[in-house]
């Protein structure tokens, strides 16, 4: 029964399910306190290395970069090690843009839009902008004021409350929306932002122009 629900929502679907859950429900997270969402983002990470399973090569190399991270992460709260918080973050980016780039290959490898292509598509677009959260809240920590407007909290980003802010900033940048209520002020994190920003709308018409390519290249059935 478990693998007939697999092979039904497809590798993505519960990537994206966790993704979008941890979105919404982050105010209850936060209320748990850094357990919780470190809690959070554990299942993330092993959602995404789920996702890639298909070749053992990239699953080999999902390990090898979620494992240290998640070991050297949840030992950087205990001991509360800036060098340990520094190589763990660098660890989380790199697994999330790893595995946005795979999931991201056979999105636009695939000769047939399915289910599972779109749910893989938005799943790659969410990880980008937590993959860039990660990158704003560690040049804050050793670059502080690196970003202006946000909110002062009891722990360090990685704690609950501040994470939140940097997944928000990052979304935000990568949609345009632009509301001015966090804003970069260093030269690092305005180049960040606005390489973030050109990306993501080269996602969007890259995306919308292979699916249109793949709709338009089937043969017509009348």
Known sequence: MLKRLIDQFGNYSFLLILLVLMLVLHPLLDFGGREFVTVAFTLVFLAGLYAV??????????????????????????????????????????YLFYVTGVILRHVMTESKITGDTIYGAAAAYLMIGIAFATIFGWLEVFSPGSLRGLTPSDGSWGAGH???????????????????????????ARSLATLEAVLGQFYVAVLVARIVAILTSRPRTD
Do not use: C, H, K, N
């Not at 999902?62 to 660098?90: K, M, N, Q």
């Not at 997944?167 to 030269?187: E, K, N, Q, W």
């Open 53 to 94: 399973r298909g070749e053992r090569r990239t699953l080999v190399i999902g390990l090898i970069l979620v494992v240290p991270a998640l070991l050297i992460g949840w030992t950087s709260y205990a001991v509360e090690s800036r060098p340990l918080f520094a190589v763990s973050r660098g660890l989380e980016a790199l």
């Open 162 to 188: 501040d994470l939140w802010q940097f997944v928000y900033f990052s979304l935000v940048t990568m949609t345009t929306l632009g509301y001015g209520d966090i804003t970069p002020v260093s030269d690092e």
